[in-house]
């Protein structure tokens, strides 16, 4: 197990998610890293434990190298055995249940949609990030409903990081991150990129631009 940057994401930026299983994944996560991701997560839904699990190990070891915290959707076991958070959604465990098992000073992040009240509960349960989207129609979550922008400036009042999720790309990031968005969220704009570490770095550049460089 490898451990990694376990505290509150702080600052802006992108943050990469991945795209399920994929003969490149190691590569991809290393471009996506390379092109500046501030958190990456490991998304894989299928129910292969063994190579999610080696998949998992390998990704928190380069993400130690550019000392990116490690995020894991929706699987606590998998994010205890490899030093990682956890992103949760409606459907899974507690906060509570998961800060027991992976401990006071990992990262969890929560899906709270486009509810603000929903938010607030979560802030209340131990939160360290508040995610909302769809902001624009996804083709990772094509059912997932498309929730207003000013969702984002309304959560900037409880004084948690703020990420943006569904849809998003170089072309409209720009207004979530005027509304209220610390973080991007960003799944096929960057790993569906026939450059994923260019891609990367456009987003990257929306917070943090850097002369001489593509954009």
Not at 57 to 67: G, K, L, T, V
Not at 180 to 189: F, I, K, Q, T
Request: charged share 25%; hydrophobic share 45%; proline share 5%.
């Amino acid at each position: 197990m490898t451990t990694l940057l376990r505290s509150r994401p702080t600052g802006k930026g992108i943050y990469a998610i991945t795209d399920g299983p994929r003969d490149d994944l190691f590569a991809a996560v290393d471009a996506a890293l390379a092109g500046g991701a501030r958190l990456l997560q490991y998304r894989d839904e299928t129910t292969d434990t063994e190579r999610r699990r080696s998949e998992a190990d390998e990704i928190s070891r380069i993400c130690a190298r550019y000392e990116v915290p490690l995020i894991v959707d929706a699987d606590v076991a998998l994010a205890r055995e490899t030093g990682a958070g956890v992103h949760l959604g409606r459907e899974d465990v507690s906060i509570a249940e998961a800060r027991a098992i992976l401990g006071p000073d990992a990262i969890i992040g929560v899906a709270c949609h486009g509810s603000i009240e929903r938010a607030r509960q979560l802030r209340a349960e131990g939160a360290d990030y508040l995610s909302f989207g769809a902001m624009y129609h996804s083709s990772t979550k094509p059912h997932a409903p498309v929730v207003a922008h000013d969702v984002l400036t309304q959560a900037k009042a409880l004084g948690l990081p703020v990420v943006a999720i569904g849809g998003i790309t170089v072309d409209n990031a720009r207004v979530l991150i005027d509304a209220g968005a610390d973080y991007l969220a960003v799944v096929s704009a960057i790993f569906a990129a026939p450059d994923i570490q260019t891609a990367t770095r456009r987003f990257s550049d929306l917070f943090d631009p850097r002369p001489g460089l593509l954009r």
